[in-house]
């Protein structure tokens, strides 16, 4: 059992996905980290959708990044992106994850900010946790 699935779409992701490791650690949840590109490894990353039973997603990349578009198709958990300034500043990454098609959302937080996506999945578990009290 998970609380939380950090995804990034490649190792070179990985300093993005420390910040919001960091941000996790100090928190009573669980979390798992994995390395899977939806451009890359489609069905790996299918198949690793439908067995993690993580209650929300950090999905972290660079670049055209379906990464988190493509984990929201997936699942209805909800599925935080944090883009990557890998080029053009971050901003081809930002608005991959901004602009989603109605029906499948990505709540994005800025730029590079790995902290602030583990912050806001934080809170949605906390949400949860309340709901259940
Ligand atoms: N955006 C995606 C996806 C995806 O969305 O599936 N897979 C890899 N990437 C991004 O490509 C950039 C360069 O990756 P490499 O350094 O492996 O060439 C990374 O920022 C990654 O997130």
Same mark, same amino acid.
């Given at each position: 059992? &998970?609380?939380i699935s950090v +995804?990034?779409? /490649?190792? /070179? ?13 100090? /928190?009573?949840?669980?979390?798992? &980290? ?5 451009h ?11 067995s993690?039973?993580?209650? !929300? ?10 990464l988190?578009?493509v ?8 599925? !935080?992106? !944090?883009?990557?300034?890998?080029k053009?500043?971050g ?6 994850m901004?602009q989603m098609?109605?029906? &499948?959302?990505?709540?994005? !937080?800025?730029?590079d900010n790995?902290?602030n996506?583990?912050y806001f999945?934080l ?7 309340? +709901?259940?009290a």
């Amino acid at each position: 059992m &998970v609380d939380i699935s950090v +995804i990034m779409g /490649s190792e /070179s992701d990985r300093s993005i996905a420390n910040r919001a490791t960091s941000v996790l650690e100090k /928190s009573k949840y669980t979390y798992e &980290v994995m390395v899977i590109s939806a451009h890359r490894n489609p069905e790996e990353l299918d198949s690793y959708i439908s067995s993690t039973d993580a209650k !929300v997603f950090i999905a972290i990349a660079g670049l055209s990044a379906a990464l988190p578009g493509v984990v929201a198709s997936r699942t209805k958990r909800p599925v !935080v992106g !944090v883009p990557v300034s890998a080029k053009l500043g971050g901003l081809d990454a930002l608005l991959s994850m901004a602009q989603m098609p109605p029906g &499948v959302p990505v709540g994005s !937080v800025g730029i590079d900010n790995g902290a602030n996506g583990a912050y806001f999945a934080l809170r949605i578990l906390d949400l949860i946790d309340t +709901i259940k009290a």
